[in-house]
């Protein structure tokens, strides 16, 4: 109920500062007004005054009618404590950078004889992205709401080892979406590498502008698209992509307990790398996880087929090391 009422509340606020700051300074600005400026701090783009309040309007309504969508339809998703904070968060983060660009497009176009003269100072673009990434901690703070229940019966059975026998429990999750759009991206830095060596790209910026897309994509894809995981003695290990690398490894002597556990991306704020620091999970795809508890308290759950068998080896292991 709060956080509808708060994403509404919010919204408007928004909203009428958005609408109310340049219309009633509109005798006071240029038509057009410069909406976007070069490296060296000149503009270098322009639209109408109203153009530029529809295009500012609409960029704030995508991010404000998602978010209150959530609150509205899916409130479940804000049970989970990360979900909250990434909610809270993105509201104001994202209220208050729209604001700020438009109340700094404003001053820079404010009594300016023309767009091109207008001015911005490279310290307003400073100040404005400190503001919203301020007022996104801090809404995420005061939004975090009480921390999540712990399961009331979280570690399974230890496996039955026999002296001296040694067992090892492997598991591998694959999922096709993220492969298919690495796929593509590796697909696509070949034919633009080709393109650029032959000399027939359609413009100097075409380049810098769609290879660093290209390459995130590439290893977003590789390194979420499956993810293994290993038992043994030597503890915990985590590999990530068709390789295995990166990778990372949990010694038994940092684990205190481990269990099954049925997660969705919707509980943990998606697919990926997610959670906070202390309870984190790595969802490569819904269902069954391999959660483990280190000595410290911080809890890490991966996807992994069959998980109740590796928590099992993961507590024997742990018991055995405690015995010896």
């Known amino acids: 109920m709060i956080s509808r009422l708060t994403a509404t509340v919010?919204?408007?606020a928004v909203t009428a500062v958005l609408v109310l700051l340049p219309l009633s300074l509109s005798d006071r600005l240029p038509d057009p007004i410069a909406t976007h400026w070069g490296a060296g701090g000149a503009p270098d783009g322009s639209m109408s005054q109203g153009a530029a309040l529809i295009a500012v309007l609409a960029l704030?309504?995508?991010?404000?009618?998602v978010l209150l969508g959530i609150a509205l339809w899916l409130p479940g998703t804000l049970g989970k404590q990360a979900n909250r904070i990434f909610w809270w968060a993105s509201l104001f983060f994202g209220g208050a950078l729209v604001l700020g660009m438009s109340i700094t497009t404003v001053l820079a176009n404010l009594d300016a004889p023309g767009w091109a003269a207008a001015e911005l100072a490279g310290w307003q673009v400073l100040a404005v992205i400190a503001a919203a990434l301020a007022a996104g901690a801090l809404a995420g703070y005061a939004g975090r709401g009480t921390a999540d229940a712990k399961p009331a019966h979280q570690a399974v059975p230890a496996?039955?080892?026999r002296p001296g026998q040694r067992t090892v429990w492997v598991s591998r999750v694959s999922v096709l979406w993220p492969m298919i759009a690495a796929g593509v991206?590796?697909?696509?830095i070949a034919v633009t590498g080709a393109l650029w060596v032959a000399g027939m790209l359609p413009g100097g910026a075409f380049l810098p502008g769609i290879l660093p897309v290209l390459i995130i994509v590439l290893a977003a894809g590789l390194v979420t698209g499956s993810v293994s995981v290993r038992v043994s003695e030597n503890g915990l290990a985590i590999g990530f992509g068709p390789f295995g690398r990166p990778g990372r490894h949990i010694p038994l002597s940092q684990i205190e307990?481990?269990?099954a556990e049925d997660r969705q991306p919707g509980e943990v704020g998606g697919w990926g790398f997610r959670g906070l620091p202390g309870n984190s999970t790595i969802m490569v795809r819904g269902g069954d996880c391999l959660v483990v508890r280190y000595r410290s308290g911080r809890l890490l759950a991966v996807s992994a087929?069959?998980?109740e068998r590796g928590a099992a080896l993961v507590n024997a292991l742990v018991e055995?090391?405690?015995?010896?």
């Open 185 to 188: 991206a590796a697909a696509g």
């Open 10 to 12: 919010w919204g408007l």
């Open 257 to 259: 307990s481990a269990w």
């Open 320 to 324: 055995e090391r405690i015995a010896s």
């Open 305 to 307: 087929d069959d998980a």
């Open 60 to 65: 704030w309504s995508a991010i404000w009618l």
């Open 159 to 161: 496996m039955s080892l």
